[in-house]
């Protein structure tokens, strides 16, 4: 199961990386030994990166293949 963002995900030699930090930002990036790289928080499919000092969200970057989806069928849960 792949663990973070996936830059080739796409595939067809398209890789889309994880954004940069300007200067003035990249000082507000929550910064911990056990993150990837130090600041790179790595879930299933996805990763996010975190203000240290506001505790929230800078950005999520996540890879997600639409076709793998499966509608709901009419109705379901309705009672």
Known sequence: MQVGYEPAFIGDGI???LPTFNQRLGQS???KPELR???FSDH???T???NEHT???IYSAYN???TKFRPDPPDE???
């Open 29 to 31: 990036v929550l910064r």
């Open 48 to 50: 996010l990166v975190m």
């Open 44 to 46: 299933t499919h996805f």
């Open 64 to 66: 997600i293949d639409q």
């Open 37 to 39: 790289d130090d600041r």
């Open 77 to 79: 849960g309705k009672r």
């Open 15 to 17: 890789s889309i990386p």
């Open 55 to 57: 505790k929230q969200l």
